[in-house]
């Protein structure tokens, strides 16, 4: 069986994202693999919505960094040695399966099979769909239809990742 030395793993804050997430800290640990997470700011929308909130990049960029820094943190607690945070903008679907590929040299994508965007999913297809059309590597997507009830995400929400005041 081949060893994957670089996986890299898409995120975008689903509950199915951190799944996948949670199966490519599995395959690192037993590949002693390097661990890219990604996320890609999908700028496609920001235009209409700056209209109503001059902020929309400067929260998004927050939402991401507090996000990835949750997922290193799990990631090195589970003992992967080299984890390296990536967060872009543009379309998930160009930037996923060959330059992102590319930058962080994966060898491995893992990406959940649903994400945040059910809507575009419906219309014109899935992320996850493009990562396996157009990526060069294997890409293992992941299916999370049958989620525990009990399952409860551990990547630390925005505010609770603040250093407690004593």
């Known amino acids: 069986m081949e060893k ?21 800290v599995e395959l690192a640990t037993q590949n002693d693999a390097k661990l890219s ?6 700028t496609r ?14 929260k ?5 960094e507090n996000l990835l820094d949750g997922y290193e943190k799990i990631a090195k607690e589970a003992g992967i040695g080299e984890v390296s ?3 872009d903008f543009g379309s998930p679907k160009a930037i996923l399966p060959r330059k992102a590929v590319e930058k962080t040299g994966a060898d491995l994508v893992v990406c959940g099979s649903t994400g945040l965007n059910a809507v575009e999913r419906f ?3 899935s992320v996850s769909e493009a990562v396996v059309r157009n990526s060069e590597v ?8 049958k ?3 009990s399952f409860e995400p551990v990547v630390a929400q925005p505010e609770k990742l603040e250093p407690e005041v004593e």
Request: hydrophobic share 50%.
């Open 4 to 24: 994957y030395n670089n996986i890299m793993i898409a995120v975008d804050g689903s509950r199915e994202a951190e799944w996948a997430f949670n199966k490519a």
């Open 45 to 58: 929308s920001f235009a209409a919505l700056e209209q109503y909130d001059r902020n929309v990049a400067d």
């Open 123 to 125: 219309i014109i297809g």
């Open 147 to 149: 989620i525990p009830q």
């Open 60 to 64: 998004s960029r927050e939402f991401s």
């Open 85 to 87: 945070k990536i967060i």
């Open 138 to 145: 294997d890409v293992l997507v992941v299916r999370t239809e």
């Open 37 to 42: 997470i990604i996320n890609i700011i999908d």
